[in-house]
């Protein structure tokens, strides 16, 4: 059963750069048919799908427009794990962040990261 | 404002059959297909229907999807208390860059 580990602050100040880490487990982060997303839920956006990487013959990363200036998303296949590093934040960055591995559908995912945006 | 339009709340009796719609444009579920997530609070949200229809292992068969062209919906039949959440559709959407895209969530509550 693939499992995702998010690490990460849970609180990080105004104009900061949040910073997440999502483990994979059985499964690779270079694997040729899975996505590795990031999602994050608040009540206000509801579900916002931010970004993802993956592998196929070389590297590629997508982000949503709404973030694109502010968001990096990195694989790191010596740790079988992949980040997400999201700067300038606000407090309308506040959310439950989840990883997420999709293979057409969002069918893992992480326990979820509540990052609050407080000094 | 979410992408796909979902009703906010729904709700039925056990044993009954309710459906969830889900509607969108020709650049998500008219041109991609529909996966639908059940959201217990305190959990991650977990996928119950992808591509517009099939089932993952483990999900029962009292869940069922369908699309016809730019809508979804989600069926429930046999209706149990443990069915109380709230259901999300997500579809990919070709506009702009590209981006998946969710509907707003509706609640169902078991009466």
């Known amino acids: 059963q693939v499992q995702l580990q998010q690490s990460g602050p849970r609180l990080v100040e105004p104009s900061q750069t949040l910073s997440l880490t999502c483990v994979i487990s059985v499964d690779s982060v270079s694997s040729a048919s899975a996505a590795w997303n990031w999602i994050r839920q608040s009540p206000s956006r509801g579900l916002e799908w931010l970004g993802a990487?993956?592998?196929?013959?070389?590297?590629?990363?997508g982000y949503a427009d709404s973030v694109k200036s502010r968001i990096i998303i990195n694989p790191d296949t010596s740790k079988n794990q992949f980040s997400l590093l999201l700067n300038s934040v606000t407090p309308e960055d506040a959310a439950v962040y989840y990883c997420v591995r999709s293979t057409g559908a969002f069918d893992h995912w992480g326990q979820g990261t509540l990052v609050t945006v407080s000094s | 404002q979410s992408v796909l339009t979902q009703p906010p709340s729904a709700s039925g009796t056990p044993r009954q059959r309710v459906t969830i719609s889900c509607s969108g444009s020709?650049?998500?579920?008219?041109?991609?297909?529909v996966s639908w997530y059940q959201h217990l609070p305190g959990t991650a949200p977990q996928l119950l229907i992808f591509s517009d229809n099939q089932r993952p292992s483990g999900v029962p068969d009292r869940f069922s999807g369908s699309k016809s062209g730019t809508s979804a919906s989600l069926a429930i039949s046999g209706l149990q208390s443990e069915d109380e959440a709230v259901y999300y559709c997500a579809a990919w959407d070709d506009s702009l860059s590209g981006r998946w895209v969710f509907g707003g969530g509706t609640k169902l509550t078991v009466l």
């Open positions: 990487t993956y592998y196929r013959s070389k590297w590629y990363t």
């Open positions: 020709r650049s998500n579920i008219g041109s991609n297909t």
